[in-house]
C-alpha cells in the first residue's frame, strides 16, 4: 500500500506585521442625535464611543481589506509573493459570490493565492488567526495573510437607535509566518449556537440585537474564555501586558478587564480602548486596535497580548500573540 506524503510545516509561527484603515468621514454622536433620538451623554456612558468613521457609497469592505493587507505586507517587510494564502473574514458581504478573498489577494498582487472567506462574526479576526497560524505550522501556508474587513453601514438600520451608535466600518489586517519561537498561542473557541437569536439579520436586511442580553452574555462568559486561552499558552494573568478584546462596548471591555485582574492581571496591563474613536467595526476591530496602539506607542514589538473576539453566532475565540 502507498504511503502519503504529509507536508512539513513551521515549528512555530508568530504575527510578522500588521496593518489597518479606516474611512475618511468621521460621524459624531452629535451627528447622529440630529437622526435619531439619542444623545452624545448617553452614547459616551453607555457604550464609550465620541465618534466613528462611515464609509462613502462606492468605498466597499474589499476596497478596505485591500488596504489593510497592503500595509500589513509592509509593516511585515514581505513581497506580496511572499505570501500564498488570504483569510478574509467578514460578515457583511451582501454579495456571498465571488468571495472577498479572492478579488482581494489578487488586487494585493498575491497571484494564484488559496484564498477564502470566514465568517464568525466579530470573533473572525480570532477565528482567522487561528487557522492561519495552524496552515502554516502544517506546511499547508508558508505566510497567510488574515484580514477583517467590515462595512457594517450596509446592514444597519442607519436610524435605529439600537445599532447605529454602535457599528462603524475599516479594516485591520495581519501577515502570519513561520519564526523560531512561538508568537502565536493556541486558539480557543466555541460557540453558543442556542443564543443565535441574540444577534441576526432581520428580514435579512438589518442587525437586530437583543442589547442587554448580549451585554450580558459578554460580561460574564468571555473573561472565562480569556483565561482558557491563556491556560492554552502555559501562561498567567499577570504575564499579560496588553489586552485586546472586541470593541463591542467600552463598558464590556473593562468588565473583561476588571475580571481579569481580579484573576491576577496587572494593572499596568494595556487595555485596548480603540473603540471610542472608532466605534464596533466587528472583525476589523482587534488588528485594527493593536495597530493603533502600536503606532501610539502605547504598546511594543515584543508584549504578551491576549486577543478576545466575540459576537453574533454566538460565537467566540482568543488566544495569546507577541505583538509584533
Ligand atoms: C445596545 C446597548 C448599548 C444598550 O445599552 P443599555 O444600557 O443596555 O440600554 P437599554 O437597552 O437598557 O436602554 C436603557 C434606556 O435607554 C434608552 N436607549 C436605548 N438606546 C438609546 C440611545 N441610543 N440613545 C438614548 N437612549 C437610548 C432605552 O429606550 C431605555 O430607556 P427607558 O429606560 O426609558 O426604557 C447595550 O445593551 C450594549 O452595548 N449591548 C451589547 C451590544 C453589543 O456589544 N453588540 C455587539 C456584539 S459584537
Redesign the pocket.
Known amino acids: 500500500m502507498s504511503t502519503l506524503r504529509l507536508a512539513r510545516g513551521a515549528q512555530a509561527t508568530r504575527i510578522l506585521g500588521i496593518g489597518s484603515t479606516q474611512p475618511e468621514q468621521v460621524v459624531t454622536n452629535e451627528d447622529l442625535s440630529k437622526v435619531?433620538?439619542?444623545?452624545d451623554q448617553?452614547?459616551r456612558e453607555?457604550?464609550g464611543i465620541i465618534e466613528r468613521r462611515f464609509a462613502a457609497k462606492d468605498e466597499s469592505a474589499e476596497d478596505m481589506a485591500v488596504v489593510a493587507g497592503s500595509k500589513a505586507l509592509a509593516d511585515a517587510g514581505l513581497s506580496p509573493s511572499d505570501v500564498d494564502t488570504v483569510i478574509l473574514a467578514n460578515c457583511t458581504s451582501l454579495t456571498p459570490i465571488p468571495n472577498y478573498a479572492a478579488p482581494v489577494a489578487d488586487r494585493i498582487g498575491i497571484k494564484r493565492a488559496g484564498a477564502f472567506d470566514l465568517n464568525a462574526?466579530?470573533a473572525g479576526f480570532c477565528y482567522g488567526l487561528g487557522v492561519a497560524s495552524d496552515l502554516v505550522r502544517c506546511g499547508s501556508s508558508k505566510r497567510t495573510l488574515v484580514i477583517g474587513s467590515e462595512k457594517l453601514t450596509d446592514v444597519v438600520d442607519p436610524v435605529d437607535?439600537?445599532?447605529a451608535?454602535?457599528?462603524a466600518d475599516a479594516a485591520g489586517a495581519a501577515v502570519v509566518g513561520p519564526a523560531e519561537e512561538p508568537g502565536i498561542g493556541p486558539v480557543v473557541w466555541g460557540t453558543a449556537g442556542d443564543l443565535v437569536d441574540m444577534?441576526y439579520m432581520r428580514d435579512g436586511k438589518y442587525i437586530f440585537?437583543e442589547?442587554?442580553s448580549?451585554?450580558r452574555w459578554?460580561t460574564t462568559q468571555i473573561a472565562p474564555i480569556a483565561l482558557r486561552a491563556l491556560e492554552a499558552a502555559g501562561l498567567q494573568p499577570s504575564d499579560v501586558d496588553v489586552l485586546i478584546p472586541?470593541q463591542?462596548?467600552l463598558?464590556?471591555v473593562e468588565a473583561i478587564a476588571k475580571r481579569l485582574r481580579k484573576q491576577g492581571a496587572r494593572d499596568d496591563m494595556v487595555v485596548a480602548d480603540d473603540i471610542v474613536y472608532s466605534g464596533?467595526t466587528?472583525s476589523a476591530s482587534i488588528p485594527m486596535a493593536m495597530d493603533h496602539m502600536r503606532a501610539a506607542g502605547r504598546i511594543h514589538s515584543g508584549d504578551v497580548t491576549l486577543l478576545i473576539g466575540?459576537?453574533?453566532g454566538l460565537s467566540y475565540a482568543g488566544q495569546v500573540v507577541i505583538c509584533p
Not at 435619531?36 to 444623545?39: A, G, H, Y
Request: net charge positive; aromatic share 12%; hydrophobic share 50%.
Open positions: 435619531m433620538d439619542t444623545t448617553w452614547i453607555r457604550v462574526a466579530c437607535r439600537s445599532t451608535i454602535i457599528f444577534i440585537q442589547g442587554q448580549v451585554f459578554a472586541h463591542a462596548n463598558r464590556i464596533n466587528s466575540f459576537g453574533a
